[in-house]
């Protein structure tokens, strides 16, 4: 398992499906962060790094990619000690940004039946992790060629996306 730097500059993270990194002093730099789901831990030192952007003011958003949940959580562990994941309300600020989302995270791709469901991390009150979880809203933001998802499908993922990030910017609801 990995942490990758984005650069914000560049095409959005969210909608890319492989990203060539600058180098890990992005973090340092503002810059958003992607989680990549291989099964090995992380450094110590990228631990150190990823907590100290993210207790800085940086943002994380994790999308369960069917089966990282385990190793997912595990290194957020090691990342925020004492700082759980807790489970967001359908209420939760972040489910209407720009667009409305009465009843939480979408469901864009099914794989054990179970609901969409989103957890996330707080310092201070501020959110530090989102974690979509059993919706794979990643699936429908990739082109149509790679996950045929219903275009209804691929809409939802790409509004909760812009939710994400403008929650991710700006912390409350829109106007």
Request: aromatic share 10%.
């Amino acid at each position: 398992m990995r942490w990758h730097p984005i650069d914000r500059s560049s095409t959005p993270a969210w909608l890319l499906d492989e990203l060539e990194t600058a180098g890990r002093e992005n973090l340092d730099a503002g810059h958003a962060a992607r989680y990549d789901d291989k099964e090995e831990a992380n450094a110590p030192a990228e631990v150190e790094r990823l907590r100290r952007y993210l207790t800085g003011g940086g943002f994380l958003w994790c999308d369960d990619d069917y089966g990282i949940d385990t190793s997912f959580r595990r290194e957020l562990e090691r990342v925020l000690p004492g700082m759980p994941l807790v489970e967001l309300p359908f209420n939760h600020p972040v489910f209407h940004q720009l667009y409305d989302f009465p009843r939480g995270l979408p469901k864009i791709h099914e794989h054990d039946g179970g609901p969409a469901r989103a957890f996330a991390a707080f310092q201070d009150g501020r959110m530090v992790v989102f974690y979509s979880y059993d919706t794979d809203l990643g699936d429908g933001l990739e082109d149509a060629g790679v996950h045929p998802d219903a275009p209804e499908k691929r809409d939802q993922a790409l509004r909760m996306g812009i939710n994400i990030v403008l929650y991710a910017m700006g912390g409350s609801a829109l106007p």
